[in-house]
């Protein structure tokens, strides 16, 4: 298997989102399979649906890579619960991270394909980093986070923007993907902060 940057942040971003969907199942007092499968799918599930809606097997079927990635996150889990816990907004953190880092690799997964025009690569960037925390919260059964007032996926809308600004100027492709999601990054973590959000409709 040929490895490359795309994958080393596909496998951060797997780390990443495993851990907030464990951490999450642990709060719901979720067993720990029950944990385990919760921190899979919000790993893997927005990845999922972006390759079914692109017409290529799912990433995750070519290798038990991201099965053991999430094993370790639900190790890290188990073993380092405490101080994990002491990680002030531990859960944002890493759901942050992991939908940064899974836009990106939304976004270069399209684009390679070179079948698409660049509205589709930024459309499943977005699914790409969202659809998992979706998946997770129905699992929990509680609202997904992407439904409510607070900015999520219209972030991952604007790090696709960036993502075209840096490449339309020529940057360079880890300049552009690191451009992209601090972007993310930065809007997701000035919103919480001062509770900026989208404004909630109204009967």
């Known amino acids: 298997m040929n490895f490359n940057f795309i994958d080393l942040v596909e496998y951060i971003g797997t780390f990443a989102f495993a851990i ?9 007092r979720f067993d720990w399979f029950g944990a385990y499968v919760v921190g899979f799918v919000t790993a893997v599930g927005g990845g999922t649906l972006r390759d079914l809606l692109l017409g290529v097997p799912p990433f995750w079927m070519h290798s038990a890579s ?15 619960k405490k101080q994990i816990e002491r990680i002030s907004r531990a859960i944002f953190i890493f759901d942050t991270i992991g939908l ?3 836009v990106v690799v939304g976004i270069e997964k399209t684009l390679l394909m070179g079948e698409f025009p660049f509205w589709v690569a930024i459309i499943m960037g977005c699914i790409t980093g969202a659809a998992g925390g979706i998946f997770r919260d129905i699992f929990l059964n509680i609202e997904p986070l ?5 900015i999520y996926a219209s972030a991952c809308v604007l790090g696709g923007v960036v993502y075209w600004i840096c490449s ?3 940057l360079n492709i880890v300049v552009t993907q690191a451009f992209t999601a601090l972007s993310i990054f930065l809007i997701r973590f000035i919103a919480v902060k001062y509770k900026i959000g989208l404004p909630t409709m109204k009967e």
Do not use: D, P
């Not at 992407?146 to 607070?150: A, C, D, Q, V």
């Open 146 to 150: 992407i439904f409510r007032k607070e």
């Open 20 to 28: 907030s969907g464990i951490r999450m199942a642990a709060h719901q």
């Open 168 to 170: 339309r100027a020529g």
């Open 100 to 102: 940064c880092l899974f």
């Open 66 to 80: 991201y099965l053991i990635c999430t094993a370790v996150a639900f190790l890290l889990v188990v073993v380092f």
